[in-house]
């Protein structure tokens, strides 16, 4: 009798690790997100780097015994000890998040992705490797995935998907992306800005005025208190009459916008950053920040600028319809300094009278 429940409890054992092993051909890590500011919040409330499996089978595959690393040296970093399924073509979030715990809430690993780039490796109970994502730098807010799901095809996603399909239409087919050595936001000290991308043979070009980047970035920015752009912009009249110069003086926030490019062709898509660097922040940026990077044309040319009076009397400021909308990008910043938006965007001049007065509303 004990012989039998032996050969019983021996049997339902193979059966249990027979379901992972039938499917685990079929088994893939799908997206993986590394610098996760904005985009989607674990059940404490915190922002965390995230991975994505996606079972492309049509059976529940049990993950129990299963593992998750970024290390190519140490491929059993951290265990699935919980009871963990997931179903046939479903998609399941892990939030690498370094909190080492499975709840009904969440599972997190014992380790976070660096967004300078480093693998992620699924390995079976058996130590055999199921699936691995090759390291590649992230920008923040972006996610680095397969396109389509579980395809060798693997594409930077500026709109990242957790726990849902990466078969989402207008996906961008980019390769390679800048990677900034600071995030967006307040500074007390100057620094040196570096960036650089994953393919040693690309260029990175620059701007720092708004403009199509075309500057050839070779070694860091330095950004300190006193840098500024003279553009001549505080020279240009956004009104017929009475005309008030800017005060030229007025510190500017560093504005960076940069592509990498190849053999003349945009390789990555383009990064928007906005730096304050003051000793003491004034009053004012104590309230909400935004930053609206712009080419200059599109608010002070004189034939598509939308805040000037432009030629021959037309009141370019008086343009309305999506011909007077131009491209910006847009990032909000909240009180406590945070990040909050960032995204592309249409602004065009908004009000009636208001659009002849030097200060102007955008919408």
């Known amino acids: ?15 249990v690790f027979c379901i992972p092993l039938h499917g685990q051909q079929l088994l893939y890590i799908n997206e993986v997100m590394s610098t996760n500011g904005t985009v989607i919040a674990d059940e404490d409330g915190d922002f965390e780097d995230w991975i994505e499996l996606y079972n492309a089978s049509s059976v529940t595959i049990p ?24 179903e046939g073509g479903a998609f399941l979030l892990f939030w690498a998040s370094g909190k080492n715990r499975i709840t009904s809430n969440g599972r997190h690993t014992n380790f976070r992705l660096s967004a300078a780039g480093e693998p992620v490796i699924l390995s079976a109970p058996n130590g055999v490797q199921i699936d691995a994502i090759p390291p590649k730098a992230i920008p923040g807010d ?6 389509q799901d579980g395809s060798d095809s693997l594409i930077l996603f500026q709109q990242p998907t957790p726990g849902t399909s990466n078969n989402v239409a207008g996906s961008q087919n980019y390769r390679d992306a800048i990677l900034s050595s600071h995030l967006s936001g307040f500074y007390n000290e100057p620094f040196h800005l570096t960036l650089q991308t994953t393919d040693s043979t690309a260029t990175i070009l620059y701007s720092l005025d708004g403009s199509t980047p075309s500057l050839k970035y070779e070694k860091g920015l330095f950004l300190d208190f006193n840098a500024r752009v003279d553009t001549g912009i505080h020279l240009i009249s956004t009104v017929i009459n009475n005309f008030r110069t800017a005060n030229s003086s007025i ?9 990498p490019v190849k053999n003349g062709e945009a390789i990555g898509p383009e990064l928007f950053q906005t730096f304050w660097v003051r000793p003491n922040l004034p009053d004012s940026l104590h309230l909400p920040q935004v930053s609206l990077i712009t080419h200059p044309d599109n608010l002070f040319d004189d034939e598509k600028g939308i805040m000037v009076a432009g030629a021959e009397g037309f009141l370019n400021f008086n343009g309305t319809g999506i011909e007077w909308e131009r491209v910006a990008h847009l990032q909000y910043f909240e009180r406590d300094k945070n990040l909050v938006v960032q995204q592309d965007i249409g602004i065009r001049t908004h009000g009636g009278g208001t659009r002849r007065s030097h200060q102007k509303s955008l919408r």
Do not use: C, E
């Open 1 to 15: 009798m004990v012989g039998f429940k032996n050969s019983i409890l021996i049997l339902l054992t193979s059966i």
């Open 63 to 86: 993950l129990q015994g299963f593992y998750l690393s970024d290390d190519a040296n140490n491929p059993f970093k951290w265990q699935i000890n919980a009871p963990v399924s997931i």
């Open 142 to 147: 972006w996610s680095y995935g397969r396109y």
């Open 251 to 259: 510190p500017t926030v560093h504005s960076i916008r940069a592509v």
